[in-house]
């Protein structure tokens, strides 16, 4: 009971459903060309993504300082539907803006 009810809070937020739909979108991104591509705030940003992913929706993988974020495989049926509705959704992507280069970050 407890994780479901993990993943439906994860949910429930604005932001966290566009950043599902933004990395279901590009795949794996680094928390730089996120930030860049929303204009988001770091701490802000590495917030919502650790609620993310302790529901069990994203993994994420260290590369020197940073950490690249991507959605997890497999997923259960429930957030595999959850992420398929949220395509589903008039939500408007920003583009991607890659501020890393060769896994190098730039900010």
């Known amino acids: 009971m407890e994780v479901f009810l993990r993943t439906v809070a994860a949910l429930n937020d604005e932001t966290r459903v566009l950043l599902l739909r933004f990395l279901d979108e590009y795949g794996e991104c680094c ?3 996120m930030q860049a591509s ?9 917030r919502h993504l650790k609620i993310l992913k ?3 929706f994203l993994r994420v993988e260290r590369k020197g300082t940073w950490a690249y974020y991507s959605i ?3 997923l259960d049926r429930f957030r595999s539907e959850a992420i398929e509705e949220i395509k589903h959704l008039n939500i408007t992507l920003p583009t991607l803006k890659k501020t ?3 896994g190098e970050c730039k900010i």
């Open 31 to 33: 928390v730089c060309d």
């Open 38 to 46: 929303l204009d988001m705030i770091q701490s802000r940003l590495s």
């Open 54 to 56: 302790d529901a069990g």
């Open 72 to 74: 997890r495989t497999p």
């Open 100 to 102: 890393s280069q060769n």
